[in-house]
Each structure stands twice: as C-alpha cells, then as structure tokens.
C-alpha cells in the first residue's frame, strides 16, 4: 500500500499510471528486487516512453557513480603491523601474515 | 609454521586447524574490511582501531563462523557492530518510513533538474569527489546501507545480515540515503553553474 505523502506527490507530477509505477518502482527493479513480471511490466512501458528511459539513464549513471567509489584501499601497513602483534598476543598463529601480505 | 606462535605454548592441532582455517578465510579481507571501517569512520585512525578490534573479535569467536558461507559478510558485521558499539551515543533512532516516498522524492529531485537542465551531470562530470563528500555527510544508518550496497555490492539479503535488520529496513534506508545524496548532488550541479546548460 502506497503511502499517502508518495501518493499526493504522484498526484503533484501529473503522471500516468505506468509513469507513476516506473517512478515508484525503478529502484526496486534496476536493484533486481522485483518479481519477472513486474519487470517485464516496466521494461514494457519503459521502452516507449522517453521520459521514463530519460529517468532509466540518470538513475543508472548514479548508480554507476556510487559503484565507481569503490577504491583499491590497502590497510596500511602501520595497521597491519599493529594488527599483527596485536594477533600475535592472543596466540594466533598466523599472525605473521598480516604483516607478510603487504609485501605482496 | 607454528614457530610464529611464540614459545611458551604447545599448539594442538585443533589451534593450527583454527590459525589455519583464519588465515585462510579471514586475513584476506584484510584490505575490504579496512575500506569499510574507513568509509564508516571518516577518520584513519578510528579506522585502524576498529579493524584490530574487527580482527581480534574475529579471531576470538571462530569458532562460530560457519565454514563455507561469506567470511567478508560475516566480517563486515563484527566490523560495524564494532564502529558502532565505539558511537555508542550515536546510535541511530530513525523512524523507518515508506521507501517508497523516497523513490518518489527523487523523482521529485530528478523533475527539478530536467527543468533546469543538469539531468545529465552524472553522465557528464565525475563526481566522484562530490559524492565522496555527499557520502560523508550522510547519517548512519543510510551510509551504511548506502555503503554496502551501492559501493561494496553486497545483496539486500547480505547487507540486512551485516545490518543485523530486516531487508524492507534495508531497503527505506538505502532509499533514503540515495535520495538525500541526489538532493545533494543537485545542490552541488547548481553550485557549479549547470543551470540551463544541458539543454533539455
């Protein structure tokens, strides 16, 4: 059931249904969240409606943006080398690892 | 080789079969959980004193990860119980509300810069570091859904288990800390002049 705020603010854009249900649902559906059929319903409406793709596209580029953040960080090796004692203290015997895997 | 140990203990094998199984499973997401810590804590150091405790608390409850499922899930979930027990007062208190308000709102957002014309920017600048920032700024706990699913690209299923809530939780918050970044961003493209400029 559709909130009241998220149905009036429907209402305020003036959309048709199959906009409406595209705008409500494109995260579920670009999320893989949604049943088959509810996304061959949506990918139905979205290929003829340009206004619905244009919406499509921007929410795909953020989406791809956000994943873009994902850097190649490396623990420092400062960590690791207090990771390690740290291990090392509590009898672990792989410590040593930590530290040998920044030379990796 | 357990001369790494120390001396002052005899291992059983029960101790290497655990060292070695840690070593195995947990040590290389070494690098992932330290990405994780540093997205949640903004700060190096808080980073580096929150992946040690990760790494010990892994390593004192081996016993309870179960072999063969997702050791950086299971780490990732020591990892944030871990920031959040040290932001203890800031422990989030948010009323979980319709995701699908949010998903409206950013059409909302979206409407607004069609109309001005900076629809695109996504496409066209790299905004990465604005995001950076955006993704700073947010509050716990919609970085952290934010975090683990759109950047770490773990399932809503596997973000709910780090999360230690329901998916539909996963959900209104990953919904709502898309949507406040998009009212960022559109801030920062009318900061940068876009307005008009895309010609839509």
């Known amino acids: 059931m559709m909130s009241a705020p998220a149905r009036s603010k429907l209402q305020e854009l003036g959309l048709s249904a199959s906009c409406a249900e595209v705008l409500t649902h494109l995260w579920d559906y670009l999320d893989e969240q949604i049943t088959p059929t509810s996304a061959e319903r949506l990918q139905a409406h979205i290929a003829t409606c340009a206004q619905c793709r244009q919406y499509e596209d921007y929410q795909e580029c953020f989406l791809r943006a956000m994943a873009g953040l994902k850097q190649e960080l490396s623990a420092p090796s400062s960590l690791r080398e207090r990771l390690a004692a740290r291990l090392k203290g509590q009898g672990c015997g792989c410590w040593d690892k930590v530290r040998r895997e920044q030379q990796l | ?200």
């Not at chain 2, 040290?86 to 948010?94: A, C, K």
């Not at chain 2, 810069?113 to 509050?139: H, M, N, S, T």
């Open chain 2, 1 to 200: 080789m357990t001369a790494d140990a120390g001396p002052q203990e005899v291992r059983s094998a029960s101790d290497v079969a655990r060292d070695a199984a840690f070593e195995r499973d947990a040590l290389p997401w070494l690098d992932d959980v330290y990405r994780f810590a540093l997205s949640l804590t903004r700060e190096e150091s808080d980073a580096d004193d929150v992946v040690q405790e990760t790494f010990l608390r892994a390593y004192r409850s081996w016993h309870t990860f179960i072999p063969g499922t997702d050791c950086r899930r299971w780490l990732f979930t020591i990892c944030r119980n871990v920031f959040l027990r040290s932001r203890e007062r800031q422990r989030p208190t948010v009323d979980l509300e319709d995701g699908e308000q949010d998903a409206v709102a950013a059409g909302s957002v979206y409407a607004a810069a069609r109309e001005k014309g900076y629809d695109d920017i996504y496409a066209r600048l790299d905004l990465a570091p604005a995001l950076r920032d955006a993704l700073d700024d947010l509050a716990e706990p919609f970085r952290s859904a934010v975090i683990l699913v759109d950047v770490e690209d773990l399932s809503y299923e596997s973000a709910a288990e780090v999360m230690g809530v329901p998916i539909g939780t996963v959900r209104s918050r990953l919904f709502r800390g898309r949507r406040l970044l998009q009212e960022k961003l559109a801030t920062v493209a009318e900061d940068l002049g876009f307005l008009g400029a895309a010609g839509v």
